[in-house]
T-cell receptor, first 114, second 113 residues
Framework: GAVVSQHPSRVICKSGTSVKIECRSL??????MFWYRQFPKQSLMLMAT?????????EQGVEKDKFLINHASLTLSTLTVTSAHPEDSSFYIC??????????FGPGTRLTVT | SQQGEEDPQALSIQEGENATMNCSYK?????LQWYRQNSGRGLVHLIL?????REKHSGRLRVTLDTSKKSSSLLITASRAADTASYFC?????????????FGTGTRLQVFP
């Protein structure tokens, strides 16, 4: 089956620093990947749609200069949280779409900003 | 917000009982999907039902879709403690050239042994 990995699974960083999260499709090519964030006991909120070779499309209210997305290849998308603040602490999940309309999700990255 | 609503928000049952959770959404869709999420983990795809389907089965799962009411239900029969998780419905947006999924608010299911 389709497998999506994320790295790192957990990261702790200090306020003001930047953190990069990787999302990889391991056994298929993904022209489109998605980035979500999830606060405790809440649902997933779509942040942006990442398209290989082009600029990401951000959802309303998501700062594109703060959450930099790069989809450099058909198997890798990265999310960089710049100048992190404690309120950026969250669970970040990526997904990749396969042609059957299903999305396969990564295991998530827990970001804690101190 | 386009986010779907799920109810109940939380559900506690005993092993062997059935669990039913409901999802309502706001716009026309191409398909609706159900996902499971164990605490602090990623999402696992359970089942997809297309807008022209009314019912679908997969093992102990039964999903119904009523597009006239913009609602869906997920039934888990003969529940097990391992079914303890959060369950989310997710819809796409018909008429929009996009693959975006809109997630419901989720139901936290706890199954006691």
């Amino acid at each position: 089956g389709a497998v999506v990995s994320q790295h790192p699974s957990r990261v702790i960083c200090k306020s003001g620093t930047s953190v990069k999260i990787e999302c990889r499709s391991l056994d298929f090519q993904a022209t489109t990947m998605f980035w979500y964030r999830q606060f405790p006991k809440q649902s997933l909120m779509l942040m942006a749609t990442s398209n290989e070779g082009s600029k990401a499309t951000y959802e309303q209210g998501v700062e594109k200069d703060k959450f930099l997305i790069n989809h450099a290849s058909l198997t890798l998308s990265t999310l960089t949280v710049t100048s992190a603040h404690p309120e950026d602490s969250s669970f970040y999940i990526c997904s990749a779409r396969v042609p059957s309309y299903e999305q396969y999700f990564g295991p998530g990255t827990r970001l804690t900003v101190t | 917000s386009q986010q779907g609503e799920e109810d109940p928000q939380a559900l506690s049952i005993q092993e062997g009982e059935n669990a039913t959770m409901n999802c309502s959404y706001k716009t026309s869709i191409n398909n609706l999907q159900w996902y499971r999420q164990n605490s602090g983990r990623g999402l696992v795809h359970l089942i997809l039902i297309r807008s022209n389907e009314r019912e679908k089965h997969s093992g102990r799962l039964r999903v119904t879709l009523d597009t006239s009411k913009k609602s869906s239900s997920l039934l888990i029969t003969a529940s097990r403690a391992a079914d303890t998780a959060s369950y989310f419905c997710a819809t796409d947006l018909a008429g929009y050239n996009t693959d975006k999924l809109i997630f419901g608010t989720g139901t936290r299911l706890q199954v006691f042994p």
